[in-house]
């Protein structure tokens, strides 16, 4: 299991914008994809987005969900060793518990194996 640490969400009026960050070791941010989930009650984990890792050949390097393509961005700080989701003109209906996730490979297609904890993020109307 890869140690994922995730950061920011909360709450935000729809049409704001909030940005999650999700730090990994360095070789596993070089060597491993990210990704996020989200998870609505009593449904099963939906990928969002994901970013393969920076050695990786896949083209596209970077997969969004239709449903927020446009609306959400997955950016990455090599230096810090980073992957962030940007939100931007968030819905009531984006409102779910979102992971951070690596998978064993470079390429973001693929399982996913190891999760952050998640955090709630609601969007209010």
């Known amino acids: 299991q890869v140690q994922l640490r995730e950061s920011g969400g909360g709450s935000v009026q729809a049409g704001g914008s909030l940005t999650l960050s999700c730090t990994a070791p360095r070789r596993t941010f070089s060597s491993n994809a990210l990704g996020w989930f989200r998870q609505f009650p009593g449904k099963e984990r939906e990928l969002v987005a994901a970013?393969?890792?920076?050695?990786?050949?896949?083209?596209?390097?970077?997969y969004v969900a239709a449903s927020v393509k446009g609306r959400f961005t997955i950016p990455r700080d090599n230096a810090k060793a980073t992957v962030y989701l940007r939100m931007n003109r968030m819905k009531p209906k984006d409102t779910a518990v979102y992971l951070c996730?690596?998978?064993?490979?470079?390429?973001?297609?693929?399982?996913?194996?190891?999760w952050s904890k998640g955090t709630q993020i609601t969007v209010s109307a």
């Open positions: 996730a690596a998978r064993g490979g470079s390429s973001w297609r693929g399982l996913y194996e190891c």
């Open positions: 970013i393969a890792s920076t050695n990786s050949s896949d083209d596209p390097s970077t």
